[in-house]
Structure formats: C-alpha cells, structure tokens
Nanobody, 123 residues
Framework: QVQLVESGGGLVQAGGSLRLSCAASGRTFSSYAMGWFRQAPGKEREFVAAINWSGDITYCSDSVKGRFTISRDNAKNTVYLQMNSLKPEDTAVYYC????????????????WGQGTQVTVSS
C-alpha cells in the first residue's frame, strides 16, 4: 500500500515556475514507477510525466516537454515536478500517481493516486 500527498501548487503568472512535490508513505516506494497527471475543468485526465523506479528513465508529454522535469529522491520517498515557463493552459489539478512496472502514459497503469494539488496560471 502506498499513500501519496502532493504539495507545491498555487497561483503563478504566465512564464513563472512552480515545483510540485509528492511525498509517499510505504517502504516500497523505490520499487514503483511514479507519474504526474493533470485534469482541467471539463477535460479528461491527461498524462504529464513519468519516471521509472531508479530515476534513469523519464518521459514527458509533448505539451510540457522542455518546460517540465520529473525527478525523484528515493531516500526521501518523494517525487518532484519542476514546472518552468508556465502557460495559462497548464492550469489544472495535478495528481501524483504510483504503479508497478515501468513508465506508462495510461492512467490505468497506475495503482495509487494522491488527492491532487491545484495549479493556476494567470495570463
């Protein structure tokens, strides 16, 4: 069992930066692939980024590539999402997720989800 708690969301102007953190409980954190998804009002949940258990494989969606970076610190049971050059279209609730296996883009591949943190980018 893994419990995930996101933090770091907030209101930022376009062009600004935020770093989201996701703290995980459980001794098996380092064995899970971790991901970030987001959901804007009226839209489906969208894949943002994922990282494998060791941190040497990462993947970001085309919409955030070059602006967002996912990383993890297994000693701290934490995964991060560094978001730079934010745009109004990045406004959404961001969810942290964990799953067995490698990097996946489908939300169905992940077993555990956090409660989400709101990111709002003003123009």
């Amino acid at each position: 069992q893994v419990q995930l708690v996101e933090s770091g969301g907030g209101l930022v102007q376009a062009g600004g930066s935020l770093r989201l953190s996701c703290a995980a409980s459980g001794r098996t954190f380092s064995s899970y692939a971790m991901g970030w998804f987001r959901q804007a009002p009226g839209k489906e949940r969208e894949f943002v980024a994922a990282i494998n258990w060791s941190g040497d494989i990462t993947y970001c969606s085309d919409s955030v590539k070059g602006r967002f970076t996912i990383s993890r610190d297994n000693a701290k049971n934490t995964v991060y999402l560094q978001m730079n050059s934010l745009k109004p279209e990045d406004t959404a609730v961001y969810y942290c997720t964990a799953g067995a296996g490698s990097v996946r883009v489908s939300p169905w591949a992940y077993d555990y989800w956090g409660q989400g943190t709101q990111v709002t980018v003003s123009s």
